[in-house]
């Protein structure tokens, strides 16, 4: 069984954010399934799915970003899943947008969801799939309302082209492992 997490904020006012970008993905991976999101064990949304046998749990922290490591914790406990065996989908301000890069551990590279999920598991030994939201040539003033805001109708545009890619590289994940995914999936898909 593999947990596959997307990082968020719950209320309905950051729909559309940059930070959400992980939620974005993990609903659209549970989407292609006709996946239906319900309340966890723990505060999180859950989504059931079996991809080629393997049974996948997808997640949505209800904690706020800044504390998903607890949402993490609970479902990981929950389910008995191991740090190897998860994947957590997340925005990335220093990636350039139309970018993903999968690792299977490092630091939290200023994203508050992952160093809360590393303090929460006193590791950083995870894998992960950072979402890059940051625009070309763009100098920002305020790096808490830049990732806050909604895209732009352009950068939805390429958002739109980096779901599915998201998607699969996921799905991947999920069957062949976080090495493999890193070999298909890391590199320009813009």
């Keep these: 069984m593999k947990l596959i997490v997307g990082l ?12 959400n970008v992980g939620f974005s993905a993990v609903e659209h991976i549970a ?3 006709n ?6 064990k723990g505060k999180f949304l859950a989504a059931k799915i079996s991809h080629r046998r393997e049974p996948v749990i997808i997640i949505k922290p209800m904690t706020y970003m800044n504390l998903s490591g607890h949402a993490v914790v609970a479902a990981m406990n929950f389910h008995k899943i191991v740090r190897s065996e998860i994947l957590v989908l997340c925005d990335d301000l220093n990636l350039p947008l139309g970018t993903i890069r ?3 551990k490092g630091s939290a590279g200023g994203q508050n969801g992952l160093k809360h999920i590393i303090e929460c598991l006193g590791s950083d030994e995870f894998p ?6 940051r625009p070309d040539e763009q100098t920002l003033n305020s790096f808490s ?3 806050l805001g909604k ?3 352009d ?3 390429v958002i739109d082209k980096v779901l599915p890619v998201c998607c699969d590289a996921a799905l991947d994940f999920t069957i062949n492992g976080i090495d493999h995914a890193m070999n298909n999936y890391n590199k320009p898909i813009i």
């Design 8 to 19: 968020g904020n719950p209320e309905s006012i950051h729909i559309g954010t940059r930070h």
């Design 31 to 33: 989407g292609s399934y």
């Design 35 to 40: 996946a239906g999101f319900t309340k966890g």
């Design 102 to 104: 999968l690792r299977s």
């Design 128 to 133: 992960r799939l950072r979402i890059g939201i």
């Design 145 to 147: 309302s830049f990732v």
């Design 151 to 153: 895209f732009s109708a």
């Design 155 to 157: 950068e939805k545009t």
